[in-house]
């Protein structure tokens, strides 16, 4: 499951916002002061991968942001149209080096164009992964009982983010599954809308999380940032909650995918055999673990042992009595 | 599925430190921690100018740190520890006799679970390891750190209350600024120090509630606006500090951080202030007056 097919959507703004207002891309990159390098990504692509370069200190990306007629018509009043006051700009962060930054593509004056800006990155502030926002925002308080955005700094546009992995790590680790939120309720192939989750197998090659988006109070609580106080202790709860009954359905299902060698088709499969097989069976041997987790599945009388062993061991790996009593130590305070 | 504790789980995700990479491997990193060489080096003395004067603990080594030793019920030795120990390379300027010196010190002259102590370390943890963030980013640095060079600074500044709240003064990092306990102390000191000038560290930790309510929150990971908060609310009492900051989380709905220069997240600080303790916005430009002059 990857951060970004876990964002969720945010809730409407109490002005004109347009969150797909912004067309961004980055077309060029350049190291340590070299020649610039053309940035060759199929449009969907969202990520350019440098993790290969290695002792380089400085990179320098150059990105583009279009502003169209219609998002400033729609963002800004008509009196400001001809000269919209606003602040277009690429947010940088990196979360793994708490490290969050502005690259300023215009400032005072953003009619609708298409503009250039520079994003540096020294290598010494940066590690795993670097995420670039564009966004727009207003620069002057206005009056004005109307639709529009009135305060600095309120945000009126954006567009879809783009990735720069600068490491392996990065890139070495997309997640065992895909993850997605929406509305069981009016999504067809989803069941039904009382569910809060649901893995999906349609595609055995790579299963799929569903989170349903008819619970938003769940929804919001598992988006919430920090790690004390009440909220952040249950999102982390119910993370557990969830991920139970997730390793539960993916273990067992590994179960049955493993054949007469130990060997499973799936990599998804290997590693949820090789990590928690040996523990489940107490040997060091992989293979051995393996067929024995074959074995128990393909014996009627065995399926009981299997469950018990299975719920022991994920309950063991989940520990959620850990998050639990952070709930209620931290967040009830009980 | 990720890292449990990277990043706070802010988005939801399912799973743990038994993390899945793209190369079909569960479990984080399962490897041995010996270095390349195979050799642990000494973990005395200074380091200037890079070298291997600093380790970190492998995330199999966490499976070292019971209940007992958490408890300070029993310790570590080295051979224990160094299977999972690797050497980490840097070009920080690092001087772990200095830190040694500094927290025998602390730990004696402060009584236990001590708050003070904060302050009183956080400057010379942030200069006595002079590391880039992209090192600082690396949560076995402070793993080991915590486990095994300054375990008795841990026990000594966080009282055991639950199993779950110790391990993460110890085996905490990442991007939970909160968590290990050295870890918070250079972080919180790289995102208000001044150069040489910690005045504004010092000030953050003389009041936990500015440390509790600003730096567990993501718009503290923002500079310019984390400087001008810490600057602002100094001085104020803890009500002021939690609904101060409570309200600004709940402006950047609105606003967008990176927007914000230092004078527009002071604009809404002080709004709020002034709001929350019923003083006029005025008195501000007084204050800032009286302090140019």
């Known amino acids: 499951m990857t951060r970004r097919s876990q964002r969720l959507t945010r809730s409407s703004l109490p002005f004109q916002y347009d969150d797909d207002g912004l067309d961004f891309s980055v077309e060029r990159y350049r190291v340590d002061g070299g020649e610039p390098r053309e940035v060759d990504l199929s449009p969907h692509e969202r990520t350019l991968n440098l993790a290969a370069l290695s002792d380089w200190e400085t990179l320098e990306l150059s990105v583009r942001l ?10 800004f009043p008509e009196t400001e149209r001809r000269d919209p006051p606003g602040r277009l700009y690429v947010a940088v962060q990196c979360h793994d080096t708490i490290y969050r930054d502005r690259a300023l593509a215009a400032d005072g004056s953003t009619p609708a164009s298409v503009y250039d800006a520079t994003v540096r990155l020294e290598r010494a502030d940066v590690r795993g992964e670097v995420e670039l926002h564009p966004h727009l925002v207003r620069v002057s308080e206005r009056e004005g009982d109307d639709e529009y955005a009135d305060a600095p700094n309120a945000r009126l546009a954006g567009g879809d983010p783009f990735y720069v992995a600068v490491d392996d790590s990065a890139v070495d680790e997309p997640g065992l599954i895909d993850g997605e939120e929406a509305a069981f309720s009016t999504t067809d192939h989803l069941p039904g809308e009382e569910r809060l989750y649901f893995l999906d197998f349609r595609n055995e090659r790579r299963p799929k999380l569903w989170i349903n988006a008819d619970h938003p109070r769940v929804t919001e609580v598992l988006a919430a940032e920090g790690s004390v106080g009440t909220e952040a202790r249950l999102r982390d709860v119910i993370v557990d909650q969830i991920q139970h009954g997730v390793w539960t359905q993916l273990l067992l299902r590994a179960a049955a995918a493993v054949d007469a060698d130990g060997e499973t088709e799936h990599d998804w499969q290997a590693t949820v055999v090789e990590s928690f097989a040996p523990e489940m069976y107490d040997t060091d041997d992989p293979t051995e673990a393996a067929l024995r987790l074959r074995e128990e599945a393909r014996d009627g009388d065995g399926l009981g042992r299997l469950a018990g062993r299975v719920d022991a061991e994920v309950q063991s790996y989940v520990e959620p009595q850990t998050q639990i009593v952070k709930l209620l130590e931290e967040g009830l305070d009980v | 599925m990720s890292e449990r504790d990277h990043d706070g789980r802010e988005d939801g995700h399912v799973g743990g430190d038994r993390h899945v990479g793209g190369d079909g491997h569960v479990g984080g990193d399962r490897h041995g921690g010996h270095s390349e060489d195979g050799n642990v080096h000494s973990r005395d003395g200074n380091g200037h100018g890079g070298g291997t004067d600093l380790y970190r603990l492998v995330p199999d080594g966490r499976r070292l740190v019971g209940d007992a030793f958490l408890r300070g019920e029993t310790e570590l030795d080295d051979e224990t520890v160094e299977p999972f120990l690797e050497p980490l390379s840097h070009d920080g300027d690092v001087d772990l006799a200095t830190l040694s010196s500094e927290v025998r010190r602390v730990v004696r002259e402060y009584d236990a679970y001590e708050p003070a102590v904060d302050g009183e370390l956080a400057p010379t943890v942030h200069q006595t390891l002079d590391v880039s963030r992209r090192v600082a980013a690396e949560p ?33 990092a990442g991007s939970d600024l909160y968590s290990n306990a050295l870890h918070r102390l250079w972080w919180i000191a790289e995102l208000t120090h001044d150069g040489d000038d910690y005045s504004r560290t010092l000030g953050v930790f003389e009041n936990q509630t500015v440390v509790n309510k600003v730096f567990d929150r993501w718009f503290a990971r923002y500079e310019p606006g984390v400087q001008v908060l810490c600057e602002e609310l100094e001085g104020h009492p803890s009500s002021t500090v939690e609904e101060v900051t409570n309200r600004f989380n709940h402006a950047l709905t609105n606003v967008q951080l990176e927007g914000m220069d230092r004078e527009d997240v002071r604009r809404v600080v002080r709004e709020s202030i002034a709001e929350v303790e019923g003083v006029p916005l005025s008195q501000f430009d007084e204050s800032s007056n009286s302090e140019r002059s």
């Open chain 1, 66 to 75: 279009e502003l169209s007629v219609g998002t400033v018509e729609r963002v």
């Open chain 2, 140 to 172: 076995g640095l402070w793993h080991w750190l915590a486990v095994v060079r300054f375990p008795e600074f841990v026990r000594h500044r966080w009282q055991y209350s639950s199993e779950a709240a110790m391990r993460e003064k110890f085996l905490g």
